[in-house]
Structure formats: C-alpha cells, structure tokens
C-alpha cells in the first residue's frame, strides 16, 4: 500500500498532469484549425529545433538545481544566481546559434534567416526557453507539487489566450504563433522568479552552492539527457529537412497522439515503481515476478490502446482536424504502436533503478540516441511519412530489446520466474471471471 502522502503526491501530478495535457491536445486541434497543416509543420519544426537548442544551453542544470535544492537545505539564493550566470552564457550562446541556423539544410530555418525581426524572435525564445526550463525545477524540488501543478495549467492557459489574441490581431501566420508562445513563456517565467526571489530573500541561506558544483554536477548528467532528446525529438528537424511542410503538419499531429497514449503508461509506471522499490530489497523473487507482471500488464493496456487507435483513427483525425489531415491517420497509428515498446522500456529502467545501476539507463539512451535520427532519416527518405512512422516503431523496438536483455542479466531473471508469473496473472484473471 502508498503511504497517504505519497498516495496525494501522486494523485496531485498525475491529476495536474493530466488535466494541462487534455489543455495542450485542445490547443493542438486549434492550431491545425487555425494554421492549416502547411503553417502548422514549419510552426512544429521551429518549437522543435529550439527546444533542443534550449535544452543544450541548460548544461545539465535542472538536474542539478533538483539535486542541490533538496540536499543543500536553503540555497536558493545562491542556485537562481548560478541561473543568472548561465543565462548570461546563454545570451552569448544563442547569438551564434540563430547565426549558424541560417546553415542547416532545414527550410525553415534558411526561410528565418532572410528576417531580422524573426532572427531576433528566435533568439530571445532561446534565451527565455533556457530559464522557463529551470525554473519549475525548484517548486518540485521543494514539494510544492500542487504549485507546479497550478502553474503548469496556468501557463498553458496564458498561451492559448495570447494564441487567439495574435491569431484576431495578425492573422494565422506560423511566426504569430511562435510570437505568441515567446511572450506567454515570457509571462510565466516572471511571474515564478519573482515569485522564487521572494521567498529567497525570506529565507537565511544555510548552504553556499558555487556554480562550480552546479556545472560538475550538471554536465555529467546532461549526455543522458541529450541522447534522450535525441532519441525522441529529433523527428521533427530531420523530417523537416526531408518532407514537404505539409507532411510534417500531419507527423506533428500524430506525436500528439502518440503523447496521449503514453498517458496510461505514465500512471501506471509510478505505481509500479513503488511496488518494485518495496519488493526491491525482499529474497523471495518477489520482485522478480513484480518486474514480470509489471510488463505484462503494461503490454496488455498498450496493445489495447493501439488496438482502439487504428479502428478509431481513419474516422476521429478528420472529423477532429478536418479532411485535409488524412494522411496523418496511417503514421498516427504507427507512433501509437511505438508507444507498446516505449511503455515496456520504462518499466526496465525502473528496475536497473531499484537494483542500484542507473548507468544501464544511460547505455540504453546512447544507442537509442544514436540509432533513432538514422532510422528516421533512412525510412523517411524512403517511405516518406509512413517511413518515419515505421522507423520510430522500430527504434523504439531496439530500445526496447536492449532494455529487457539488460533487466534480464541484473535481476537474474530465470524460466521458473516466467512460470512464476504467468500462473499469477492467470490466477488472477481466472479470479475476475470468477467474480463477474
């Protein structure tokens, strides 16, 4: 059983959550209304090609800030001026990179090279973008869960507004949207420093932490990081260099979906790392069948849910976007069925958790990092966007195979607990037919 803190911990996120995704796939289905799927591809490509700009620029940080934050007592003073050193950098750093986008064989990026005022809009979405990353850090650090809620919902509220105002006031341009989330990221991340110095200045600092420790701290955990952005999100600035706007409009409505169906997995995943980190310790091979079960069930909830994708999508994506979207059913389908192997790899990095060896996770990202952009780049050369629905499909297979050979050799895991665990879950669905 949870503990009744930790049962509303979870409860409190997993609601939040849940409630600022069914907010942001509202706003998907606007914005493809509003923008059309050619506007809404080069909108998509630019959030994503400066998401892993910003997140380069971070140098590992939220990881850190979240480390020292709870070990170091009160010392946030001294983290949000580690912050203000490193958004310095970041001013510098973005500067060259908005020069050097102009060079990438992505269209978008040599089309917003030709603007001074576009230049100048990517460059302070980048700078900005590097501080609205951080900053919530801190409210979860602290346990303000129900804040990090709050302001989540908040922020994606402030930028469905704006959305509509620049939408009334300039029309439906790609650029006016991504105006409009520079000045809504802009809002939110004031509104949380002020609120963060505040309470800074409320509080006597106990522990001095130098950006020295922050960096080293940092740096070491941000080629994780890195190789699971690459392994992820990537899709968008490859395919962008390869598929017409359009195309890339539909993709971008298929990872919408493809976020939604993760949602289940999402729950499901943090209760069971509860239960294995309670069975983690016991001898009886408990938490053997626990990290068996656990991907039995998760593969039966997965495989359901893609099961209802397919049928449903060839009639919900036009009735929801508009006719012109159709081609995005068939590779919705496909970034959906990803998710069945994605789930499952979660579930055994879980485990290398609760037997003391998060470096597997590590090793499992690098080659997933490494082999998704390839696949990508190949299927979609080849197959067009179908070809990078099947390739995600398949990276997140090798992921996924990688991840349970691994899961495997560290809990030792033998025929008789497969028995073991079969016979339970089949006790168990055997006791529900029983009941109904």
Known sequence: MLKPSLRKSIMTMGTGILTGRVFGFLQGIMLARLMGASELGKYAALLAVCGLISRLFDF????????????????????????????????????????????????????????????????????????????????????????????????????????????????????????????????????????????????????????????????????????????????????????????????????????????????????????????????????????????????????????????????????LYGASFHQAVGVSSLLVASTVFTGLSGLCWISFNSKGKPQLMGRVLTVSGLVSPVLIYTFSSIFGILGAGLASVGASFVTFGLSFLLAVKVNSLGSQDFSAAIREIRGFVLQLVRRN
Request: hydrophobic fraction near 50%.
């Open 60 to 319: 590992g940080l939220p990881a850190a800030f979240s480390f020292y934050a709870r070990k170091s007592g009160n010392s946030l003073g001294s983290l949000l001026k580690v912050l203000g050193l490193n958004t310095l950098f970041s001013c510098a750093l973005s500067g060259l990179m908005v020069y050097g986008m102009g060079q990438l064989p992505i269209p978008i990026a040599r089309e917003l090279h030709r603007s001074f005022s576009s230049q100048f809009t990517v460059y302070a979405y980048l700078v900005v973008g590097v501080v609205a990353n951080v900053l919530p850090v801190f409210l979860m650090a602290s346990g303000n869960y129900g804040k990090y809620v709050t302001f989540f919902n908040l922020g994606v509220a402030i930028q469905i507004g704006i959305q509509y105002a620049f939408y009334f006031a300039r029309g439906a341009s790609f650029m006016n949207f991504f105006t409009a989330n520079l000045l809504s990221q802009t809002v939110m991340a004031a509104i949380l420093l002020v609120f963060l110095v505040r309470r800074a200045k409320s509080q006597a600092e106990t522990t001095r932490v130098t950006a020295k420790d922050c960096y080293g701290f940092g740096i070491k955990a941000q080629w994780g990081v890195m190789m699971k952005l690459f392994s992820g999100q990537m899709e968008l600035p490859i395919l962008s260099s390869i598929l017409s706007p359009v195309l890339v409009g539909h993709y971008s409505i298929a990872n919408t979906f493809r976020e939604a169906a993760l949602m289940p997995q999402t729950f499901y995943s943090g209760i069971f790392q509860n239960l294995l980190i309670d069975k983690g310790m016991a001898s009886d091979g408990s938490s053997q069948r626990t990290l068996l079960k656990g991907l039995i069930f998760q593969a039966a909830i997965s495989v359901s849910i893609t099961i209802f994708a397919a049928l449903a999508f060839p009639f919900l994506i036009p009735k």
